[in-house]
């Protein structure tokens, strides 16, 4: 490679690292948003909003894809259990923004990995070695240091907890669908278009029965759930577009920064020592399934 050719990748690089943290900020925001809602709206009705308001953000995709031919699902029944997974995970992940410390609530999500790797082997029939088992146990032992079960008055509510970690699940589960739908060759516009269309229809369904008509700053804070959750799927969408995926991974953590910084400015949230050393186990298993898997990913 020529001395042109590598400062021109080292400055690309440097762009998608970028743009990933300027996703993981946007996501972290997003996420502010729901918590601020303070549980006033229905859960499904966030959800259809933050989907309705996103979509035509979206469609700013469909012309680099090649245009509407490009949305025709190869898989449709794929497309229907990544919705189905891609909403358990939603659904965790906002009632856990509501409920808990928004920081909390974000690392807790960070069992994703965890539960991928336990899948992998289930699903995908792939060999898991014992460092990254080691890793799993690791990470659910931060788990227990975050919410502190049986600890009194310092315990974290359990149902909130509870669907974080099914939050997690779900985001694992969607991930796997997302893997078959992409060596099924489905662009992954697509996937990303369908997701957002069959959750605004299971959504919309699910909000009749308990819809509330919000106000003013109430909708604000949905178009905005919607409308920077897009933007954060676009700037990481373009991101992973100029980055190698084993260099960028890693900087998605920052959104636990983003969303700490969030929690204590706007709610007085900060985590104490405890929480903090949860965080860092949380967050160094995930880590360590990323760097296994890359060694592992090299060598073959």
Do not use: C
């Amino acid at each position: 490679m020529s001395l042109p050719e590598s400062a021109g990748v080292a400055k690309a690089r440097q762009r998608a690292i970028l743009l990933v943290l300027a996703a993981s900020a946007s996501f972290a925001l997003a996420a502010a948003a729901v918590k601020a809602l303070a549980g006033e709206i229905p859960l499904a009705q966030v959800i259809l909003f933050r989907n309705l308001f996103a979509l035509p953000f979206l469609l700013l995709l469909v012309p680099r894809a090649g245009g509407f031919a490009a949305l025709r699902p190869r898989a449709p029944g794929m497309h229907a259990l990544r919705t189905l997974f891609g909403m358990m995970g939603m659904v965790g992940a906002f009632a856990s923004f509501t409920w808990l410390p928004l920081a909390t609530a974000t690392v807790l999500g960070f069992t994703m990995p965890l539960f991928l790797t336990a899948l992998s082997v289930v699903v995908l029939r792939e060999r898991v070695g014992w460092r990254r088992w080691s890793a799993v146990v690791v990470g659910f032992l931060g788990v227990l240091l975050v919410a502190r079960p049986g600890a009194a008055e310092q315990a974290l509510p359990l149902v909130p907890v509870l669907l974080a970690l099914l939050g997690g699940l779900g985001w694992a589960l969607a991930m796997i669908t997302i893997r078959r739908l992409g060596e099924a060759g489905e662009p992954g516009v697509t996937i990303v278009l369908w997701f957002a269309i069959g959750s605004s229809l299971v959504a919309g369904l699910a909000t009749i029965p308990v819809w509330v008509t919000p106000d003013g700053r109430q909708w604000l804070l949905l178009l905005g759930i919607g409308a920077i959750s897009a933007l954060a799927q676009l700037l990481m969408t373009e991101a992973y577009r100029r980055g190698e995926t084993t260099l960028l991974a890693p900087f998605e953590y920052a959104g636990l920064i983003w969303t700490m910084s969030l929690g204590a400015l706007f709610w007085g949230e900060w985590p104490g020592l405890v929480d903090l050393l949860g965080f860092a186990v949380l967050v160094g298993a995930g880590l360590f399934i990323w760097w296994r898997e890359t060694r592992l990913g090299v060598r073959r």
